[in-house]
């Protein structure tokens, strides 16, 4: 063998450094051939015969050797066990230096590492000898006990189910637990790639228990994945309810010893059938939208629409009946601290028109929706539930506003000058009572946000604090018509006033299960001058999902501005929404 060939003798696997799992590699000659010797996994290699003829064509071999030989180690040093199974997170030792929590006197503490950041881990739980719970912490963070012996409890399942680690406690002292569990986060996402919450089972294998129930995460509503910490070993994945005997929709994992296992579990929304799962390298683990991002953005467009005809229908004219609406939501969410900024933005349009057989021209295109909103907020957040903020916001409308007649009316519109015009309008034409872009409410505000419950599946959020408004009306013209005139309708228009005063809005979501969602929105506002009768705007929505696409919404508003009209308006329906994401 030449020895200007070799890179280095050819190992036993047990003698390679473990850091770098994919083995040895070698580089010999033998007679006319040259032999390149990779070890491509633990008991495996790979082994190139190039067979040579002359001085030049072996010194290009020798070449080539060179290359695959250090490619080969690059590729070993990329992708060994310490890459595919490395923590987020930095060394133990590290994380407890970085860790400010003081030890009282007398007293000692327990240090479990942490393998993920931005995620959820389970709390460490210890117990003394008669198996009692004296403390229990979250992994990162000193936990403060009195000095003894102790047993530390470190999992997601049961104590049985656990990794149970006795442990000395010395006074002033803080005992770092060996790390004797692995780490599994499982990112469930649909075929796209796009987050979701389904679920799923994770069953011990061979012992055959259940662990637990686990669910994706949302990123677009800014949730994050748990970290399952486990006794090493294998599990397997199943759908919700079943079992370690199932032949399909299931997957396997192994989670070594003090390494964190990145799983993608590929899940169809609808059905929840798997369509895909498998361990994932640190470099391609998370979807588009992953927690650790600093934005995040959400945009989905959707339609409802419907065509009717009606002809010789008992109790019905002969007609034909188009309706239709489009809408535009989006919106982006900046972290990156205790800083929060975030763009709401939403565009809903609808309108319909009718034909009626035999008539000369269709009546008029009246509007049904028209709304353009956009609300900006920035909050500086002390703690994960508490800080202040400071938001703006406008809503108003693109179109003019325009109302058909249903016989032949005369309207009287009282003006803000004091003068009144008179129009006669025919059956099944139109008459104008606003113009685009009236009205507009614009609002600006600055106080304190809480969020006090945040939760999968429920979460709560509360502002308070000064505000203003401005709501330009611009001439818009409201109803106001004296019954004691038959003769004719009578409108007034509504005049533009600014606001100072306090604010106050809460908001919540609870997902009752991953295909039903309630969401409620209650905002007030008490001006100073009139404080004892405040305005509010309380809007809510039961989205019933009936698959990716489409949904059934039932939606209520409640709208009380005593400045402008003293009786509650209240308008509900139920909507078929049909729509796409785009981001």
Excluded at 250 to 275: C, H, I, K, N, T
Excluded at 295 to 305: I, P, R
Aim: charged share 20%.
């Amino acid at each position: 063998m030449d020895s200007s060939c070799q890179r280095q003798p050819l190992t036993r696997y047990d003698q390679i450094d473990s850091r770098n799992f994919a083995g040895a590699s070698a580089c010999h000659q033998r007679g006319s051939s040259l032999l390149v010797h990779i070890h491509a996994m633990p008991g495996g290699s790979i082994i190139l015969p190039i067979r040579s003829t002359d001085h030049t064509s072996r010194l290009v071999f020798f070449m080539m050797c060179f290359i695959l030989l250090h490619a080969h180690t690059a590729f070993a040093v990329g992708q060994g066990k310490e890459y595919l199974f490395s923590w987020e997170t930095s060394s133990p030792q590290q994380q407890l230096s970085s860790d400010g929590t003081p030890i009282p006197p007398g007293m000692g503490a327990v240090f479990v590492p942490a393998m993920t950041v931005n995620s959820i881990e389970p709390q460490a739980i210890i117990q003394d000898d008669h198996n009692l719970e004296v403390a229990s912490g979250s992994p990162g963070q000193r936990i403060l006990v009195a000095p003894g012996s102790y047993t530390v409890v470190v999992g997601s399942g049961t104590p049985q189910q656990s990794v149970a680690i006795e442990t000395e406690v010395l006074a002033g002292e803080t005992t770092v637990l060996p790390v004797l569990w692995g780490g599994l986060r499982i990112e469930v996402v649909d075929e796209k790639l796009i987050p979701h919450r389904g679920s799923y089972d994770l069953i011990q294998i061979p012992s055959r228990e259940v662990v637990g129930v686990g669910f994706g995460a949302d990123t677009l509503e800014g949730e994050v994945l748990s970290t399952w910490l486990l006794p090493p070993g294998l599990y397997r994945i199943v759908q919700t309810g079943g079992d370690y005997r199932a032949r399909e929709n299931f997957a396997s994992v192994y989670v070594p010893e003090a390494g964190f296992v990145r799983f993608r579990l590929v899940m169809d929304p609808d059905s929840d059938q798997f369509l895909g799962a498998g361990m994932l390298a640190p470099g391609e683990f998370g979807s588009t939208l992953v927690p650790d991002e600093r934005w995040s953005y959400f945009l989905v467009a959707g339609v409802n629409g419907s065509l009717t005809q009606s002809h010789n229908v008992i109790g019905s004219s002969n007609q034909t009946l188009i309706s239709g609406e489009v809408y535009l939501e989006g919106y982006t969410v900046f972290r990156q601290g205790p800083h929060l900024f975030s763009v709401i933005g939403e565009i809903e349009e609808g309108a319909y028109q009718s034909q009626p057989d035999g008539a000369d021209h269709s009546l008029p295109i009246i509007k049904t929706d028209d709304q353009l909103r956009l609300d900006l907020l920035y909050s500086y957040m002390f703690t994960a539930q508490f800080g202040p903020y400071v938001r703006a916001a406008a809503e108003t409308q693109a179109f003019p506003t325009e109302v058909m007649a249903t016989e032949d009316t005369t309207i009287v519109k009282n003006n803000l000058d004091g003068t009144s015009t008179t129009e006669d309008v025919a059956a099944n034409d139109t008459y104008r009572i606003a113009e685009s872009w009236d009205s507009t409410i614009i609002r600006e505000g600055m106080g304190l946000n809480t969020v006090p419950l945040d939760r999968r599946y429920i979460t709560l959020s509360c502002r308070a604090g000064l505000g203003l408004r401005q709501n330009l009306y611009g001439g818009v013209f409201l109803e106001d018509d004296d019954p004691e005139t038959d003769s004719w309708l009578e409108y007034s228009a509504v005049a533009s006033y600014n606001e100072l005063g306090l604010e106050g809005t809460i908001r919540a979501v609870a997902r009752l299960t991953g295909w039903l969602v309630y969401s409620t929105d209650l905002e007030l506002f008490a001006g100073f001058d009139t404080i004892q009768d405040p305005t509010m705007e309380w809007q809510s929505t039961l989205a019933l999902r009936l698959s990716r696409f489409l949904s059934l919404n039932y939606d209520w508003e409640l709208v009380r501005v005593p400045q402008v009209l003293a009786e509650t308006q209240f308008q509900q329906g139920f909507l078929l929404r049909a729509s796409v994401d785009i981001l």
